[in-house]
């Protein structure tokens, strides 16, 4: 969606993934500092971000369930309009890696309408590398069939946090 603003385009990014995965948090860690919270607000929320990408300025507007996802109550309102969805687990918690596939994947089948929209697995939480439940190879493997792009990091050190949401972004600039 091309703009007269300050800004050359505007996309419509989106968090999932099962609650406890960090996306609240990945969310805080590319706008701000990381801070551990454990009271989830409850509802739909969203944060607008500028950031300068491959010499473009975008905004992103990023849509965090911010816990409405434990009632299973996500629905197509808020998934319309998409450029880009990050699915999130957890690299410590397997059930929130086949949930991806089993639940979430499947949930972006029936609500996503943009075609074109652009996705990204992420596994968060690799700094707790002693309580991996996942590897990275099942991540890329897992990637693939969904026809994502994949990413590794943490909201807690930040790292990778800013890669993810600028790889994606560039991958939507990619799009016709
Ligand atoms: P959400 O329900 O998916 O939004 O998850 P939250 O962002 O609320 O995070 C759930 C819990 O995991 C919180 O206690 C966070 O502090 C913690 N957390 C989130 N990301 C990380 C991370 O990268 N590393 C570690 N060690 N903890 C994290």
């Known amino acids: 969606q091309q703009s007269n603003e300050n800004y050359d385009f505007s996309f419509k990014i989106?968090?999932?993934g099962d609650s406890g995965v960090g996306k609240s948090s990945l969310l805080i860690s590319f706008i701000s500092a990381y801070s551990a919270h454990s009271a989830p607000t409850i509802g739909v929320d969203f944060k607008i971000h500028l950031?300068?990408?491959?010499?473009?300025?975008?905004?992103?507007?990023?849509?965090?369930?911010?816990?409405?996802?434990?009632?299973?109550t996500l629905t197509s309102?808020?998934?319309?309009?998409?450029?880009?969805?990050?699915?999130?687990?957890?690299?410590?918690?397997r059930e929130t890696?086949?949930?991806?596939?089993?639940?979430?994947?499947?949930?972006v089948e029936l609500y996503s309408t943009n075609q074109d929209c652009v996705k990204i697995l992420v596994g968060n939480k690799v700094d707790l590398e002693s309580k991996?439940?996942?590897?990275?190879?099942?991540?890329?493997?897992?990637a693939k069939e969904l026809g994502c792009m994949f990413i590794e990091c943490s909201a807690k050190t930040r790292q990778n946090v800013q890669q993810c949401f600028e790889d994606l972004a560039l991958k939507i600039m990619e799009v016709p």
């Open 14 to 16: 989106l968090l999932i």
């Open 51 to 72: 950031l300068t990408v491959g010499g473009k300025r975008l905004k992103l507007t990023i849509w965090d369930t911010a816990g409405q996802e434990r009632f299973r």
């Open 77 to 93: 309102s808020y998934y319309r309009g998409a450029h880009g969805i990050i699915l999130v687990y957890d690299v410590t918690q």
């Open 97 to 107: 890696f086949t949930n991806l596939s089993d639940v979430w994947a499947k949930e």
């Open 132 to 142: 991996r439940a996942v590897s990275k190879e099942e991540g890329i493997e897992l």
